[in-house]
């Protein structure tokens, strides 16, 4: 039997989430809520197309996206809820030798030796400019930095060999082929990011929508945020 407009949610989130998202819906579905399309592009250009008005009943993206598309009206107030927390973590090219990365220092070294460093769009490569800037590195030491197009995982950069040393969301990172990984951020160094999700202010679904949500969030999808290296955030600023 074809598929209806009726008989799914459509939802659009970030590449990080996308297998975390596929999986927690079909088990959704499985419990007698509707299914979910999921389009999952960078998010980025998400967060854009939101913007422009195309309309989708969930939308998952990290929470300073949420909160900015919460201010500009494109998403439902008091619809919000965390739907996942995930890590950054560290990665190389497959066989290579790893180097050292298990503290600050020995990580501030593997990035001052390493020709290339690849890293992501969004608030986790924000985040990880911040930390370098703090240990002061020059404008010479930023020409080595290679940004991932949004869509596009620092793995494929790593394993083509554009970059040497490469970071981003540990659920991106894990089971890619090419690559080596090396762990977390060091202890005092981590970079999380909180995903939320949030019902479009165009759904015509929006208590289906609102339903997909609370079990996306609720302790009953624990094990699946795990299996894809993530886990429950009980909190989000852009619930508020």
Not at 27 to 39: D, F, H, T, V, Y
Not at 55 to 80: K, N, P, Q, T, Y
Not at 99 to 104: G, T
Not at 195 to 212: N, P, T
């Amino acid at each position: 039997m074809n598929e209806t407009a009726a008989d799914h949610v459509t939802a659009i989130s970030s590449m990080a989430t996308r297998q975390l998202l596929a999986a927690l819906g079909e088990a959704s579905a499985q419990r007698g809520g509707l299914s979910i399309r999921l389009e999952s592009v960078g998010g980025v250009d998400a967060a854009r197309r939101v913007r422009d008005g195309e309309s989708f009943d969930l939308v998952v993206l990290a929470a300073e996206a949420i909160d900015a598309l919460l201010a500009a009206g494109h998403v439902i107030a008091g619809s919000c809820r965390p739907i996942a927390v995930s890590s950054v973590a560290i990665a190389v090219r497959a066989g290579v030798d790893p180097p050292d990365v298990a503290s600050e220092e020995a990580l501030r070294r593997a990035v001052l030796s390493a020709r290339r460093i690849g890293y992501s769009t969004g608030p986790s490569g924000t985040a990880l400019l911040k930390l370098f800037a703090r240990w002061g590195l020059d404008a010479c030491f930023h020409e080595r930095l290679v940004q991932a197009r949004a869509g596009t995982p620092v793995a494929a950069l790593l394993a083509s060999g554009q970059a040497d040393l490469g970071f981003q969301q540990f659920s991106e990172l894990k089971d890619e082929a090419g690559v080596t990984l090396l762990g977390p951020m060091p202890s005092g160094l981590e970079i999380a990011t909180t995903f939320v999700g949030a019902i479009g202010a165009g759904s015509s679904r929006a208590a289906e929508a609102a339903a997909v949500l609370d079990f996306m969030a609720s302790p009953a999808a624990d094990g699946t945020r795990q299996r894809y290296g993530m886990a429950r955030a009980e909190t989000s600023e852009s619930l508020a």
